[in-house]
């Protein structure tokens, strides 16, 4: 039988000890192209992606889109082992790209 998929790591951590210029390559997840059905062939995609922080504060938020239609989704719902192992395409950030976003006036 074949092996259980292995869902992938919230945070990926390829620093490498020798403090050269590529010492801080840290990445986590934000974004995941998942499928529902039967086969590649036969279903339906839907994209969860995490927003840009606008806050150190507060957590950062996930979006489903799915068609036209755009909903707010729990991390822990993004996380489950479940949704994980029906991704198609994981998309990772650098941890210097997660500043977060300067506030414009209103």
Partial sequence: PAAPPVP??????????????????????????WHTGSSAGVGHYVA??????????????WKRYNDAVVTSVSRDAVLQQEALSKGYIFFYM????????PRTAP
């Fill in 48 to 61: 969860d992606v995490r927003q840009p922080l606008d806050r150190q504060d507060r957590p950062a938020e």
């Fill in 8 to 33: 992938p790591p919230e945070q990926i951590d390829l620093t490498h000890d020798d403090g050269g210029a590529d010492a801080a390559a840290r990445y986590s997840l934000c974004g995941v192209v």
């Fill in 94 to 101: 650098h941890a210097s790209a997660e500043l977060p976003r």
